[in-house]
C-alpha cells in the first residue's frame, strides 16, 4: 500500500525555468493538497482540491498553478521558478474536510 | 492567520523522561490535531482532538485542550531515541476547507 507518492524527491533548477511535480494518492480520497515547507515558518498551503474537478487557492498560491487529473493525481506547476521558491514540497491527502491528512515524503527543490 | 504557534521550539531530553509541547492558536476551530515528522520525511498523524474534547491518550501520548485559552498541549511519557523528531500542531477553523499548521517544536531524545 504506497499511500501518496510525490515525484521526483530531488530537483535543482534555474531561475525562470518550469516543472511539474507530481502526486498521486491510493486510499481513494477526495480531497488532495499541496503545501511548502520552509524553516520557520512550518508549512503552508499552496493550493488543494476538495474533490476531483475542483480546485482553491490556499495561503501561498501566486506562481504556482495546479491540476487535479482525477481522484488519484494531483501536480503542481511552477511556470518560472524563483529562488524564492526554494523549499520542500509536501503532497497530502485525506478523505473529506479537516480528517487527518496522509503525507507523500515531499519534493526538495533548489532554484539558483 | 490561523497559524498554531508551537513552544518550546526545541527540546532535549533524556531518554525515559517525559516531553510535553504547547500548542496556540487564534481562531475557533472544530479539532485540533499533532503531527509527527522525522528527517527528510513527510507528517505523520498522531492524534485527532475535537472541540469539545479535553483530553484523550493514545498509547504513549496525552493531548489535552482549553478552547477557552485556545491552546493544546501533547505529552509524550516515557520517551525513546525514536521519539526524535518535529511535532506539529495543526488546525482548522471553523467553516474552513483546510488545516493550518504551526511552526513546530523539534524533539531531541538522548539515548
Known amino acids: 500500500n504506497a499511500g501518496v507518492t510525490q515525484t521526483p524527491k530531488f530537483q535543482v533548477l534555474k531561475t525562470g525555468q518550469s516543472m511539474t511535480l507530481q502526486c498521486a494518492q491510493d486510499m481513494n480520497h477526495n480531497s488532495m493538497y499541496w503545501y511548502r515547507q520552509d524553516p520557520g515558518m512550518g508549512l503552508r498551503l499552496i493550493y488543494y482540491s476538495a474533490s476531483e474537478g475542483t480546485t482553491d487557492k490556499g495561503e501561498v498560491p501566486n506562481g504556482y498553478n495546479v491540476s487535479r487529473l482525477n481522484k488519484r493525481e494531483f501536480s503542481l506547476r511552477l511556470e518560472s521558478a524563483a529562488p524564492s521558491q526554494t523549499s520542500v514540497y509536501f503532497c497530502a491527502s485525506n478523505d473529506r474536510n479537516n480528517s487527518p491528512l496522509h503525507f507523500g515524503n515531499g519534493t526538495r527543490l533548489t532554484v539558483t | 492567520s490561523q497559524q498554531g504557534e508551537e513552544d518550546p521550539q526545541a527540546l532535549s531530553i533524556q531518554e525515559g523522561e517525559n516531553a510535553t509541547m504547547n500548542c496556540s492558536y487564534k481562531t475557533s476551530i472544530n479539532n485540533l490535531q499533532w503531527y509527527r515528522q522525522n528527517s527528510g520525511r513527510g507528517l505523520v498523524h498522531l492524534i485527532l482532538i475535537r472541540s469539545n474534547e479535553r483530553e484523550k491518550h493514545s498509547g504513549r501520548l496525552r493531548v489535552t485542550l482549553d478552547t477557552s485559552k485556545k491552546s493544546s498541549s501533547l505529552l509524550i511519557t516515557a520517551s525513546r531515541a525514536a521519539d526524535t523528531a518535529s511535532y506539529f500542531c495543526?488546525?482548522?477553523?471553523?467553516?474552513?476547507?483546510?488545516?493550518?499548521f504551526g511552526t513546530g517544536t523539534r524533539l531531541t531524545v538522548i539515548p
Open positions: 495543526a488546525t482548522d477553523a471553523t467553516g474552513a476547507n483546510n488545516l493550518f
